[in-house]
Structure formats: structure tokens, C-alpha cells
T-cell receptor, first 114, second 111 residues
Framework: NAGVMQNPRHLVRRRGQEARLRCSPMKGHSHVYWYRQLPEEGLKFMVYLQKENIIDESGMPKERFSAEFPKEGPSILRIQQVVRGDSAAYFC????????????FGPGTRLTVT | GQQLNQSPQSMFIQEGEDVSMNCTSSSIFNTWLWYKQDPGEGPVLLIALYKAGELTSNGRLTAQFGITRKDSFLNISASIPSDVGIYFCAGPQGGSEKLVFGKGTKLTVNP
């Protein structure tokens, strides 16, 4: 059973460009979460999605950030017009229906904005 | 929002020693999770605790869910070099599915 997959693992963008981060949950998991981690910090919740629905986006910045989890394909976290402060590690997690607290994390995407 | 305070921030120990770290909160959590993160990787779930007073083991790791539901402890016995990493406690915020994380305890094991 493959784990949570994320790609790319590393992404470099210039200021003003767009970043698209992809996440494929574990097989059988219908809940997806995105978290952001700054250096020397713990993970901070961004958004929680189920297929075709955003359940909770209370941790997402109001502008430039969006997320989706379509019926087919991976979940996408999209950051438009990136700024240096967006540089961080972005982690996706998935959990099985009925036990949303038991979240399994992918290897992350390290975004660097130059 | 709810916060989790982990201590110590870092530990330097000799191989073979036992390790203890803890996590506290000013508010109640109904689930406590312990994760380990290796450099450049995502957190890996080590132990999940669902009941106050619960004591759960996973190999050399033992974690306890505090009776007050405001704290949790993780112990590692007979440490080995591959125990090196950052250990995070986490719990669902306000009964929701989103997790709040502590800032981590960084463990270094000297062979």
C-alpha cells in the first residue's frame, strides 16, 4: 500500500510566478489536509478537503492561495504570484473516513522563492 | 487557538540511554498523536492515543495520555542512532480534524 505521494519534492519559483503542488492520498483515504512548515517550527494547518469539497480552509491565507481535490486525480495546492515569504515546506496528509485524526503525511514539497 | 508546548526543545544523549519528552496544553485534547520527522521528510505517525490515562507502546517507544487530557509523554528506551530526528506532539484542534502541532523536540544520539 503506497503512502501519500507528493510532487515535486523541490520547487524553485521566482517572485510573481505560480506554484502548483500535487498530492495523491493513500489508497482508500478520502480526506486530504495541507500543512505548511517554516524552519524550526511545527506544522501549521492550511486546508482540509474531501473529494470535490473544501471542508475547512481556515488556515489558508485569504489571497493567492487555493486548493482543490477533484473527483479524479490528485489534490492541488496552488499559490499565485509567489513572494519570498511563501518559501516553506508544504506537507499533504491523508486519513481514512471515520478516523480523521489519524493523519499520514507525505514527504513534502520544499518551495523556494527567489 | 489551542497551543501545544513541547519540552525540552532539544536533547543530546548517548546511545543506550532512555529519553523522555512531554507535551502540555492549556486546553483539553481528546486525541494525542506523536510523530517523528527525519530531515527532508514528512512526519511519520508513531503512536496515537485516544483515551485519558491510556498507555501505548510501539517497540521501544511508549506514550501516555495524561489523566487531565492536557498533557502527554513520550519515552524512548535504549536509544539508538536512528532515533535521531524531531519528535512532534499533535492533536485535533477544537474537536475538529485539523491538527495543531507542538514545535518539536530535536533528539541527537551520540554513538
Amino acid at each position: 500500500n503506497a503512502g501519500v505521494m507528493q510532487n515535486p519534492r523541490h520547487l524553485v519559483r521566482r517572485r510573481g510566478q505560480e506554484a502548483r503542488l500535487r498530492c495523491s492520498p493513500m489508497k482508500g483515504h478520502s480526506h486530504v489536509y495541507w500543512y505548511r512548515q517554516l524552519p524550526e517550527e511545527g506544522l501549521k494547518f492550511m486546508v482540509y478537503l474531501q473529494k470535490e469539497n473544501i471542508i475547512d480552509e481556515s488556515g489558508m491565507p485569504k489571497e493567492r492561495f487555493s486548493a482543490e481535490f477533484p473527483k479524479e486525480g490528485p489534490s492541488i495546492l496552488r499559490i499565485q504570484q509567489v513572494v519570498r515569504g511563501d518559501s516553506a515546506a508544504y506537507f499533504c496528509a491523508s486519513s481514512p473516513a471515520g478516523n480523521p485524526s489519524e493523519q499520514y503525511f507525505g514527504p513534502g514539497t520544499r518551495l523556494t522563492v527567489t | 487557538g489551542q497551543q501545544l508546548n513541547q519540552s525540552p526543545q532539544s536533547m543530546f544523549i548517548q546511545e543506550g540511554e532512555d529519553v523522555s519528552m512531554n507535551c502540555t496544553s492549556s486546553s483539553i485534547f481528546n486525541t494525542w498523536l506523536w510523530y517523528k520527522q527525519d530531515p527532508g521528510e514528512g512526519p511519520v505517525l508513531l503512536i496515537a492515543l485516544y483515551k485519558a490515562g491510556e498507555l501505548t507502546s510501539n517497540g521501544r517507544l511508549t506514550a501516555q495520555f495524561g489523566i487531565t487530557r492536557k498533557d502527554s509523554f513520550l519515552n524512548i528506551s535504549a536509544s539508538i542512532p536512528s532515533d535521531v530526528g524531531i519528535y512532534f506532539c499533535a492533536g485535533p484542534q477544537g474537536g475538529s480534524e485539523k491538527l495543531v502541532f507542538g514545535k518539536g523536540t530535536k533528539l541527537t544520539v551520540n554513538p
